[in-house]
């Protein structure tokens, strides 16, 4: 088993992040440990309930907890203040208490649910993360941020609140769907881009083994990854600074969700736009002469299509919905839009001094595959 101790001053606030095959079958022991109560609730993606969420809930129970239990199918779409109030529904009927903890037990849009959830119920209730996929696993689940989408864009609604636990168990990843892996390699991509050569390095070496399923690449590729998101999370839990560097691609990547209905089918998932993201950012940062590593573009495309997520998009950009969606990235400021861009490997810089004009040729190009 690996630990990741998490510390953070503001507020002053300790958890851990447990990596362990098996984990979820043993789940309640867990959980009573790090929030002891009589009550819980599991909150479970149907995609995994059979496999995972089932035996973690009757673990939950067999630990001595009063489970109650709701599951739902998850969409980027179902990411909303509706499907949240559901939640609420289940905890007050539950009667959950202010030390009754909420566990999520599913990918990355139903631990932002789940924890905007318990974010706000009682003005906070004990959070744990199980998360099920391998983008959850690197990325969503640990750090603390929650919430749901809105009409405008990604993410506008929400809360930092920081889970008790985080029970991390690779064994899912072996029935999680070949495009969901990839999905969860764009961001183990973007933590080696903006902190870490030597991992970039080591994904080039050990894609296929990731790819293929190997337990022990996967395990290491969790822990590695993880190591990175706590490192960051501690240094600015409230990205009031470097925390901003693992919005890498995301801003491109998230205008590109907003704009799915404009670019075919099937739309992208978030890892596949968040793979195209990073592209149009380093092209950007090449433009703009902020990027001094001259291969860094081809590398990354090179990486990229290895894993089998997407280096351009499939269809012409609709540039006024995309400079719109952008607008509204939650990172904007003064109306200006903030750009995380690459100036070597392992190294970003943050600016909102690109004019427009070059972000929309970074579009243009971006409609185009890499080279052409």
Same mark, same amino acid.
């Not at 979820?24 to 790090?34: I, K, S």
């Not at 990235?329 to 690109?354: C, F, S, W, Y």
């Given at each position: ?92 009927e539950h009667r959950l208490e202010r030390r009754s903890p909420v566990v999520s037990i599913g990918g990355g849009i139903l631990g932002d649910m789940a924890g905007f959830a318990a974010a706000t119920y ?8 199980? *998360? ?18 809105? *009409? ?48 970039f390095s080591w994904i080039e070496r050990r894609v296929d083994d990731v790819l293929a399923l190997d337990s022990g690449a996967l ?94 998009? *499939? ?58």
């Amino acid at each position: 088993m690996a630990v990741v101790d998490l510390t953070l001053a503001q507020p002053t606030l300790r958890y851990q992040v447990r990596i362990e095959a098996g984990l979820l079958a043993r789940l309640g022991p867990a959980v009573a440990e790090a929030a002891p109560h009589a009550k819980c609730a599991a909150i479970l993606d149907e995609a995994i309930e059979a496999d995972w969420g089932r035996p973690a809930a009757r673990s939950l129970r067999d630990a001595g907890f009063d489970c109650a239990v709701a599951s739902l199918a998850v969409s980027e779409k179902r990411k909303t203040l509706g499907t949240v109030r559901t939640f609420y529904e289940v905890l007050l009927e539950h009667r959950l208490e202010r030390r009754s903890p909420v566990v999520s037990i599913g990918g990355g849009i139903l631990g932002d649910m789940a924890g905007f959830a318990a974010a706000t119920y009682l003005r906070g209730v004990p959070l744990v993360q199980a *998360p099920t996929t391998l983008l959850a696993m690197v990325d969503a689940s640990v750090g603390g941020k929650t919430g749901v989408n809105a *009409p405008q864009g990604k993410n506008l609604l929400g809360s930092f609140h920081q889970p008790v636990l985080v029970a991390i168990d690779p064994d899912a990843l072996t029935t999680l769907p070949a495009r969901q892996v990839r999905c969860g390699l764009a961001e183990c991509v973007k933590h080696a881009v903006i902190r870490d050569p030597e991992l970039f390095s080591w994904i080039e070496r050990r894609v296929d083994d990731v790819l293929a399923l190997d337990s022990g690449a996967l395990a290491e590729l969790v822990e590695r990854n993880v190591r990175i998101k706590a490192a960051v999370v501690q240094e600015d839990e409230r990205e009031a600074g470097v925390r901003a560097h693992l919005n890498f691609g995301h801003t491109f990547a998230h205008a590109i969700e907003a704009c799915n209905r404009f670019l075919g089918r099937p739309s992208l998932l978030h890892g596949e736009a968040v793979a195209a993201g990073m592209v149009a950012a380093t092209r950007l940062a090449i433009d703009q002469r902020l990027c001094q590593d001259a291969g860094l573009l081809e590398r990354l495309v090179r990486l990229l299509e290895r894993i089998g997520l997407p280096t351009c998009l *499939p269809a012409e950009p609709p540039m006024a919905a995309l400079m719109t969606a952008m607008g509204h990235d939650k990172k904007v400021a003064g109306g200006a839009i903030r750009l995380v861009l690459p100036a070597r490997m392992g190294e970003v810089v943050v600016t909102d001094q690109v004019d427009p004009v070059a972000i929309e040729q970074a579009w243009v190009d971006l409609a185009a595959p890499p080279g052409a």
